[in-house]
Nanobody
Framework: QVQLVESGGGLVQPGGSLRLSCEAS????????MGWYRQAPGKQRELVAF???????NYADSVKGRFTISRDNAKNTVYLQMNSLKPEDTAVYYC????????????WGQGTQVTVSS
């Protein structure tokens, strides 16, 4: 089991930046894939990005070149740096971790709200 706690969400103007953090309740060294999903009002939850234990990353086309995912195993934390934010990035962002038997997503955080508006 692992609990995930997100932080760093908030209100930002278009073109601005935010960094989301996701702290795990135990070591993430042995967790291969960790990532971020988001869900906008009236829309399905979608994958934003993930990162493997080997540092391989994958991004949704809509965020490529603007968002960067990283992980710090020593701090049991995954980050999502979001730059050049757009109103369409407004959503609840959820941290995820791979579960037993490589189930993906396996664990979810409670989510953090990101609102991009002038």
């Amino acid at each position: 089991q692992v609990q995930l706690v997100e932080s760093g969400g908030g209100l930002v103007q278009p073109g601005g930046s935010l960094r989301l953090s996701c702290e795990a309740s135990r070591s993430i060294f042995s967790i291969n894939r960790m990532g971020w999903y988001r869900q906008a009002p009236g829309k399905q939850r979608e994958l934003v990005a993930f990162i493997t234990s080997g540092g391989v990353t994958n991004y949704a086309d809509s965020v490529k070149g603007r968002f960067t995912i990283s992980r710090d195993n020593a701090k049991n934390t995954v980050y999502l740096q979001m730059n050049s934010l757009k109103p369409e990035d407004t959503a609840v962002y959820y941290c995820t971790a791979e579960g037993p038997l490589w189930r993906w997503p396996g664990y979810w955080g409670q989510g953090t709200q990101v609102t991009v508006s002038s």
